[in-house]
């Protein structure tokens, strides 16, 4: 295969990038992102802080401009995020609710959202981040107010908005076993024993060069498939310190291969998305300072190692 896209499908997966929405005016940019991927995540776009940045008023220019993008190049949707602690706007997290109001806040917000991209969408980061590290439920305006149930509760409001999305659980820090991937094991199963809309958990997968363990991941997503639940990769990228060399760039695309190797021996694996199309759309130098290199394109957006890693493992 000569595309990222038509290597993974000829494996039954799908590949996919996240875009960035200032970004859709570089003709270089969206060559790579139109070509090369069959899948899209919105980076920031269908985020609460911009798609409902005052109560029930609703900004979807942002994630009709990338389902535009992605028809006009036969690609997936994969809808990024409902619930999350991070880039909610002050309204809601300092919003004083009660849980019943609160409720109805997360409840209104889910249903115009799923419901404007229903048929446009197809998998929805149901809640993302909703675990520490030590597998503790992380606090947030929701869990605080309303315990783990709100995690629940969104699923089954997003499946009654969109009954044919596939909803999913996204984290970083759950590819392999520990005590975060463990408390997800516990929530999807308890999840599914109560019969929660739940079919897919999200692997940010946010690595760093050469803390990369396939063999690892590998198990690690096949013990949630084994509960009957698809496992998608949804945010890689391999980030070592930079200026990047040779010699690590050829490891990273011996890491990235190992990825796309996991995800090929696990049935249930969908497809793999990485975070951004080249070094310079990445956000891990702002968010790692010192850190970068992370993605399959250089900044100059010119394919790396990694882009040839990925190609020839599917
Ligand atoms: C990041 C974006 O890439 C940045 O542009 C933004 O400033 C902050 O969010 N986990 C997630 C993503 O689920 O939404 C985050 O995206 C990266 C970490």
Redesign the pocket.
Known sequence: ASTLRDAAEANGKWMGV?V?DGKLGNSTYTGIAGGQFSSVTP??VM?WDTIEPSRNSFNFAGGDRLVDFAQAHDQQVYG??LV?H??LPNWVSNGGFSASELTSVMNNHITNVVSHFAGDVKYW?VV??VFNEDGTLRPSVFSSTLGQSFIATAFRTAHAADPNAKLCI?D?NTETANAKSNALYSLVSSLLSQGVPIDCVGF?S?LILDQVNGSAIQSNMQRFADLGLEVNVT?LDIRMNTPSDSTRLQRQATQYASVVDACLAVSACGGITV??VSDADS?VP?TFPGEGAALLYDESYQPKPAYNGVLTAF
């Open positions: 996240a960035a980076e920031n985020k990024h995020t999350w991070n880039q980061d993302n981040e996204n970083y940010q946010h945010e975070w951004g956000w702002n």
